[in-house]
T-cell receptor
Framework: AQSVAQPEDQVNVAEGNPLTVKCTYS??????LFWYVQYPNRGLQFLLK??????LVKGSYGFEAEFNKSQTSFHLKKPSALVSDSALYFC????????????FGAGTRLFVKA | DVKVTQSSRYLVKRTGEKVFLECVQD?????MFWYRQDPGLGLRLIYF???????EKGDIPEGYSVSREKKERFSLILESASTNQTSMYLC??????????FGPGTRLTVL
């Protein structure tokens, strides 16, 4: 069965410092992996995805994520956090073995302090 | 600019009422999804559709039904609303294996 774990409910970081939001997954076959962000009172927005190819993927707003197959992880990173990055972040996984179902993690709230 | 719209941002209904939530996308996507979002639980899939008139149950379909008569429109129906269906409802669409595009959400309160 597919599953996604975001082990931290909340991440706090100072503006200008690097940030990491963690995600691990379990899926049969090779995964399609996604990160989405939700700003207050708004729907989810797509940040980046891993389908195949280079393990380091770059996305919107300076975010990047590294696919690590051996550790089944897809951590979201940014070299220098901004206060405006404060939001709720969701990791999601979909198996490439067919079907349309995407499983979302519980979400991690990121607070960036000025 | 791609767009997914939902019929209401906020909705208040009474227990036992029939509730319709509508979602429209303008991207000609074949896949459409309904999720509910609850704190600490992330997004849980209620139903999805991969083509007109086709539907598949997600993880929590009980108490819900859906309708997709046209490619661009996907409706979620609460046959008899209950207080435990108070939640944020999110609609999304996608093409193939690509990312999903989400609507702004409908916050439903059932009294």
């Amino acid at each position: 069965a597919q599953s996604v774990a975001q082990p931290e409910d909340q991440v706090n970081v100072a503006e200008g410092n690097p940030l990491t939001v963690k995600c691990t997954y379990s899926v049969s076959g090779n995964p399609y992996l996604f990160w989405y962000v939700q700003y207050p009172n708004r729907g989810l927005q797509f940040l980046l995805k891993y389908i195949t190819g280079d393990n380091l993927v770059k996305g919107s707003y300076g975010f990047e994520a590294e696919f690590n197959k051996s550790q089944t992880s897809f951590h979201l990173k940014k070299p220098s956090a901004l206060v405006s990055d404060s939001a709720l972040y969701f990791c999601a996984v979909r198996a490439n073995t067919g079907g349309f179902k995407t499983i979302f993690g519980a979400g991690t709230r990121l607070f960036v302090k000025a | 600019d791609v767009k997914v719209t939902q019929s209401s941002r906020y909705l208040v209904k009474r227990t036992g009422e029939k509730v319709f939530l509508e979602c429209v996308q303008d991207m000609d996507h074949e896949n459409m999804f309904w999720y509910r979002q609850d704190p600490g639980l992330g997004l849980r899939l209620i139903y999805f559709s991969y083509d007109v008139k086709m539907k598949e149950k997600g993880d929590i379909p009980e108490g819900y039904s859906v309708s997709r008569e046209k490619k661009e429109r996907f409706s979620l129906i609460l046959e008899s609303a209950s207080t435990n269906q108070t939640s944020m409802y999110l609609c999304a669409s996608s093409s193939g294996v690509r990312e999903q595009f989400f609507g702004p959400g409908t916050r439903l309160t059932v009294l």
